[in-house]
C-alpha cells in the first residue's frame, strides 16, 4: 500500500507500468500489484510525473510550494530515474502536472488559489526553457491528450479550478499542438 505516501499525479502506462508521485516517487512494472518507493526526486514536493513510453528512459517531474512566494519547477531523467537533474526552471507558480510528447516538446499546468500568477507553459527543447502559453485565473491540475489529429499534430486538454472567492469554477482549456522530434 502507497497512498498514503502519494498524493501527487499518476504516470498509468499502456505496458503496466504506473508512476506516481507525491512525498515519494514510486513504480509499479504490474499495474499496480507491487510497488518500489523511492524519495521524492524534490526534497521539497513532486506534483506531476511523466515517462516517455515506450523505453522510459526519459521522464519529468514538477512540483512547488504554495508560500508567501509560491515557486514550481521541473526536474528530468534521462537514465529512467536512476539520477535526475536539479531544477530546471522556476515557474512563479506550483506546477502541478507535466505532460511530454517526445523528448523535447511539452507542457507544464499549475497554481494556487492564493495567487493570481497560474498558468500554462510549453517547452520544446527538453524542459530547459519554457513560454508561458495561457494565464488561466485558475488552479490548473491535469493534463491530458485526447487525440492525435495527425502525425504532428496532438488535442491537449488541461483542466483546473478557480479559487473559494471566485465561487470554484471549473475551467478547461484545449489546444492543437505541433509536435517537433
Not at 23 to 40: D, E, H, M, Q, R
Request: aromatic share 12%.
Amino acid at each position: 500500500h502507497v497512498g498514503s505516501t502519494l498524493t501527487g499525479m499518476y504516470d498509468f502506462q499502456s505496458t503496466g507500468k504506473i508512476y506516481a508521485t507525491g512525498f515519494n516517487l514510486a513504480f509499479s512494472s504490474n499495474k499496480g500489484i507491487s510497488w518500489s518507493v523511492t524519495p521524492s526526486v524534490d526534497s521539497v514536493f513532486d506534483g506531476g510525473v511523466d515517462f516517455i513510453e515506450p523505453d522510459n528512459n526519459f521522464g519529468w517531474t514538477s512540483g512547488g510550494e504554495i508560500t508567501t512566494f509560491p515557486a514550481g519547477w521541473i526536474h528530468r531523467t534521462t537514465n529512467g530515474g536512476s539520477t535526475w537533474s536539479g531544477r530546471l526552471n522556476t515557474f512563479p507558480f506550483p506546477a502541478r502536472a507535466v505532460k511530454f510528447f517526445n523528448n523535447n516538446s511539452g507542457i507544464v499546468a499549475g497554481g494556487s488559489f492564493l495567487d493570481s500568477d497560474v498558468a500554462i507553459d510549453s517547452t520544446t527543447d527538453g524542459g530547459d526553457s519554457w513560454i508561458e502559453d495561457i494565464n488561466t485565473s485558475a488552479n490548473m491540475v491535469s493534463i491530458d491528450v485526447v487525440s492525435v489529429t495527425g502525425t504532428d499534430s496532438i488535442d491537449v486538454w488541461c483542466v483546473g479550478t478557480t479559487g473559494p472567492f471566485d465561487g470554484l469554477i471549473g475551467k478547461a482549456y484545449k489546444t492543437r499542438m505541433k509536435i517537433k522530434g
